[in-house]
């Protein structure tokens, strides 16, 4: 007979997979996700109909296997938090001074580069003259 | 109301073992969640530990998730910057530089011939005003260390043949 906790070692190995968007009342003073997981998971343990002795062995086997994950999880998402941060950081730095070379740097070299040739069509017609 | 992002694989387990709380999923676990803060978490207590530990990693996951999907955009973009950037400064800038680096020196030659003819050239032509700063000394050089050390070696030789 299936029970509600069935698989969820299963399901903490793969893939995150899709997600889907919930809303959920305001008014917590903790992180919503959190808060929503919190009661999806109070929910999915209240509705386990194992007897009391399954139920502690199995849960005994998920905490141990929810420990292990936990904290490879937190450090997965700090690093991929923070290589978000430094990549977005540094492509803004980039695209910045790409903007500034394209709109005021080329523009530039080329009037003077424009500004130049005229002066030395005026220097040498002065110079034939002198 | 807060729009979170749940992993449908979670959400679905839920609604497989309570399809009536389906039409309003949302509030079901912010209550349940709300109920279950209040408790008293015991280090010992399985349940406890089970639901803060399922809920820790399904937030951890919602949320690597589309930050992962989101992080090959940035480097997508960070990418075409630096590609873009590139093109600049290989492509653009350079032979840009060159020329105005050419022309400045054609100029200067100019003005030293009508110079030596007795003629002023400043008045000549048109000014150009803040002019950009061309590179005239060609591409920075990698100064070698130990060639500093030469260099400081004989400084303070000559000043003490001096002295």
Request: charged share 35%; hydrophobic share 40%; with cysteine.
């Amino acid at each position: 007979m299936s029970d509600a906790l069935d698989g969820v070692e299963l399901d903490l190995a793969g893939p995150p997979g899709p997600s889907i968007d919930l809303e959920i009342p305001d008014g917590a003073d903790m992180d919503p996700l959190y808060l929503a997981f919190l009661g999806l998971w109070s929910l999915v343990l209240g509705a386990s109909e194992l007897s009391d002795d399954e139920r502690e062995r199995r849960l005994g086997e998920l905490v141990v296997r929810l420990q292990g994950r936990e904290g490879p999880l937190r450090f997965e998402l700090f690093e991929i938090s923070r290589r978000h941060e430094v990549l977005e950081r540094a492509g803004r730095i980039v695209a910045g001074e790409s903007r500034l070379k394209r709109g005021w740097l080329v523009p530039k070299l080329e009037a003077e580069i424009e500004a130049y040739r005229a002066r030395i069509e005026a220097l040498r017609a002065a110079l034939e003259v002198a | 109301m807060t729009r979170v992002g749940l992993l449908a694989r979670d959400v679905d387990r839920l609604v497989a073992v309570r399809p009536d709380l389906a039409p309003s999923l949302g509030e079901a676990m912010f209550d349940a969640g709300l109920a279950h803060r209040r408790c008293e978490p015991e280090l010992d207590d399985l349940p406890e530990s089970f639901v803060h530990l399922a809920a820790a990693c399904s937030s951890y996951r919602a949320r690597i998730g589309p930050l992962t999907a989101s992080l090959a955009h940035v480097e997508d973009r960070e990418r075409a910057s630096y590609e873009e950037q590139l093109v600049l400064d290989r492509d653009l800038l350079p032979p840009l530089r060159e020329e105005a680096k050419r022309l400045r020196a054609e100029i200067a030659t100019l003005e030293g011939a009508l110079r030596a003819k007795g003629v002023d050239p400043s008045p000549i032509g048109p000014r150009i005003e803040n002019a950009t700063v061309v590179d005239d000394a060609g591409p920075p050089r990698l100064v070698d260390p130990r060639e500093r050390r030469a260099e400081v070696s004989m400084f303070f030789r000559r000043i003490r043949e001096d002295g």
